[in-house]
C-alpha cells in the first residue's frame, strides 16, 4: 500500500453500504476511507471510533447541551450490537461489517463499516479497509416538498469534512497496524 491508502481520504460509497440509500434518495452523503495493516473486527472498530478522545469530545458536548450521555461501556454495548442506543443515536441497522445510526432529530446519519482485504497474498498478511460517512437528509417543507439543507449545512460544511477525517484518523491509531 502507498503512503495515501494509510491516510484517511474520501471515496465512493460502496454499493454494499447501509448509507448508499440516503445518497440515492437525495441526501448529501460523503464517504472516507483508511487502510490498516492487520485484522480489525467491525466492532474493534466500532469501539475504536466511539472511544477516541476526540470523539469523547463531542460525547461530553451532547451530554451538555442536548442531555444525551455515554460511557466507553455504552460504545462497548453498541459495537457488540447489544445496544439500541448510543447517546443522540440510535441504530438504524446493523450487520456483521457495517453501523448505520440516526440521530435523535432525524436529519443525520452515521455510518462505519470494516471490510477484510489481503495485503500480501505471498505471506498472507491480513489488513483491513475502514469505512465512516455521513449523511444529511434535505429538510422538509410544510407541504412535504424537500426543502434543501439550509444555511448552517453549507455554513459547516467544511468542519464536518475535517472533522470526519480526524475521527477516522484517531480511530484508527487506536487500532494496531
Not at 455504552?74 to 459495537?79: C, F, S, T
Amino acid at each position: 500500500m502507498n503512503k495515501l491508502s494509510k491516510s484517511v481520504h474520501p471515496c465512493a460509497i460502496p454499493a454494499t453500504a447501509f448509507l448508499r440509500k440516503y445518497q440515492e434518495g437525495g441526501a448529501f452523503a460523503d464517504c472516507y476511507v483508511v487502510w490498516v495493516d492487520g485484522a480489525v473486527t467491525q466492532s474493534g472498530f466500532v469501539k475504536a471510533f466511539y472511544t477516541t478522545r476526540l470523539f469523547k469530545i463531542e460525547r461530553t458536548l451532547l451530554e451538555w447541551f442536548a442531555k444525551k450521555p455515554a460511557t466507553d461501556g455504552d460504545a462497548q454495548r453498541l459495537a457488540d450490537g447489544a445496544a439500541a442506543t448510543f447517546s443522540a443515536w440510535r441504530v438504524e441497522e446493523q450487520g456483521p461489517d457495517q453501523l448505520l445510526l440516526a440521530d435523535f432529530t432525524g436529519r443525520t446519519r452515521s455510518w462505519l463499516m470494516a471490510v477484510p482485504a489481503s495485503h500480501d497474498a505471498a505471506n498472507g498478511a491480513a489488513a483491513t479497509w475502514l469505512y465512516f460517512g455521513s449523511a444529511v437528509v434535505p429538510r422538509r417543507s410544510r407541504t412535504g416538498e424537500a426543502a434543501g439543507m439550509g444555511w448552517g449545512f453549507h455554513a459547516l460544511l467544511g468542519f464536518h469534512r475535517l472533522y470526519s477525517r480526524l475521527l477516522l484518523a484517531a480511530a484508527r491509531r487506536r487500532l494496531p497496524g
